[in-house]
């Protein structure tokens, strides 16, 4: 059995690219597969629904309290994910090197720990309202590696600040850094799933999104 509720949906079946989809907390992956195919109408989706219940709220590693992160347990819990998206992407012939990482909030910062321990996990990354509140981990295979961030301007727990740290830290790594700052908080907007599309489009993952990106709150 998997260790991780997911979905799956091939696309129209021309497209290489997967985007591999991470929920914010309280979020699905239903609803975050709809962001998904907003932004990539063409590409295939895999969309991982984390496996920690928080009183009701689906989570990708546990918390100690609201603003401390249960540490140990996110680099447990981002073995065991590796791992499984490994799997998974072989399971349906998709090649990891065209595989885009989206994550949000508690999805992003689960997706950041990847990034910096398993760069050549994924072809790239996208980081919406991350935290890291830990040292990143050095690792030359971080060179060259694209990667998204964005977040609100007014955003209490990812803050302006915390993402040009991020960004700082990942351009010296070598990476490719790209950021969007919006005006708002913590909310996921319709300009950062446009981004996001323009960005994959930019780089050559897919075609330009065609369709209107939607509102939403994961």
Do not use: C, H, Q
């Given at each position: 059995m998997d260790p991780y509720e997911h979905m799956y949906d091939a696309g129209d079946g021309n497209d290489a690219?997967?985007?591999?989809?991470l929920h914010g907390s309280g979020g699905d992956a239903a609803h975050?597969?709809?962001?998904?195919?907003m932004a990539a109408p063409h590409a295939a989706l895999l969309a991982v629904e984390g496996n920690v219940d928080e009183q009701g709220m689906a989570r990708f590693y546990r918390r100690v309290s609201a603003?401390?992160?249960?540490?140990?347990d996110l680099f447990d819990r981002a073995i065991?994910?590796?791992?499984?998206?490994?799997?998974v992407l072989s399971r349906h012939g998709r090649d990891p090197?065209?595989?885009?990482?989206?994550?949000?909030t508690n999805g992003a910062n689960m997706l950041a720990y990847l990034l910096f321990s398993r760069p050549q996990l994924l072809g790239g990354y996208v980081l919406m309202h991350p935290t890291v509140p830990y040292k990143p981990i050095?690792?030359?295979?971080?060179?060259?590696?694209?990667?998204?961030i964005t977040a609100g301007t007014d955003d209490p727990v990812a803050t302006e600040d915390n993402v040009r740290n991020l960004q700082s830290w990942l351009e010296g790594q070598g990476a490719n850094v790209d950021v969007m700052m919006h005006d708002g908080k913590r909310e996921l907007r319709d300009e950062e799933v446009e981004r996001l599309s323009a960005w994959l489009d930019q780089l050559g993952f897919v075609d330009r999104a065609r369709s209107r990106a939607m509102s939403t709150e994961v």
């Open positions: 690219t997967t985007l591999v989809l975050f597969m709809r962001m998904g195919r603003d401390e992160y249960d540490l140990e065991a994910l590796s791992g499984f998206l490994t799997d090197s065209r595989a885009v990482g989206v994550g949000y050095a690792n030359e295979g971080i060179a060259r590696k694209p990667v998204l």
